[in-house]
């Protein structure tokens, strides 16, 4: 079955230590999206690409960062994690044309 | 700017009871689309139904079912007969076709407003 995948799905990283969360997908799609979803709250984009072409929301911190190798894989880098990044991390993708999102599990970022 | 409002934030049925998830959305755009996710315990998002702002139509798959009125600027989901898999957090979102992000000339991609969702709890 064509899907968004992530791991981990559950993530511990220490205050300040770089931690690097990954996103794959077979649906061939173009877009990609990392979402932030803290308990109770509505996920919150921090970046998108269409194909290879980087868009990075108004209100993302300098601390995340992202990577998009192929069409394939999507990488979200946060270079500090402090305690108030602990969240959901979500994973999406929509085909260039289409307008709803497929999600991948989530990775649950734990810091301490 | 786009705006979704979802007032109900926990809702609580036995199992059975019909339950209506309300969502009211704002746009000055009159080309958008409207969607249902739906988030279970696990916490993968679900897509549920996209709807076309040019379409009216109301849908109904299986148990669930959509009432889309523009003249109210809603688009209601009722779950009839609710289960306890149906305990979940349902988001609605809303999609502008005019702030579509245009990054390359070929295409460009839809950033989708989400409501704060609703909390739904179905107790055997």
């Known amino acids: 079955d064509a899907m968004v995948i992530q791991n981990p799905r559950y993530q511990v990283t220490q205050f300040g230590k770089p931690v690097t969360l990954s996103c794959s997908q077979t649906?061939?799609?173009?877009?990609m999206y990392w979402y932030q979803q803290k308990s109770s709250q509505a996920p919150k984009l921090l970046f998108h690409y269409y194909d290879k072409d980087f868009n990075n929301e108004a209100d993302t911190p300098d601390n995340f960062q992202s990577r998009r190798p192929n069409t394939s894989f999507c990488f979200l880098d946060i270079r500090s994690p402090g305690l108030g990044d602990a969240a959901m991390y979500l994973c999406?993708?929509?085909?260039?044309?289409?307008?709803?999102?497929?999600f991948g599990p989530g990775t649950r970022l734990t810091v301490t | 700017a786009q705006k979704v409002t979802q007032a109900q934030t926990e809702i609580s049925v036995v199992e059975k009871e019909d339950v209506t998830l309300d969502c009211v959305y704002e746009?000055?755009?009159?080309?958008?689309?409207l969607f249902w996710y739906k988030q279970p315990p696990s916490g993968e998002l679900v897509f549920l139904i996209r709807r076309n702002s040019f379409d009216e139509q109301n849908e109904i798959s299986g148990r669930y079912s959509w009432n889309f009125q523009k003249s109210t600027s809603s688009f209601n989901f009722t779950i009839t007969a609710s289960q306890v898999v149906d305990s979940a957090v349902y988001f609605c979102?809303?999609?502008?076709?005019?702030?579509?992000?245009?990054?390359?000339?070929?295409?460009?991609?839809?950033?989708?407003?989400f409501g704060r969702g609703t909390s739904l709890i179905v107790h055997p």
């Open positions: 979102a809303l999609s502008e076709a005019g702030v579509r992000r245009l990054i390359k000339a070929s295409g460009g991609s839809y950033i989708p407003t």
């Open positions: 999406a993708t929509s085909s260039g044309q289409s307008y709803e999102q497929y």
């Open positions: 746009t000055r755009d009159t080309t958008y689309y």
């Open positions: 649906l061939n799609h173009n877009v």
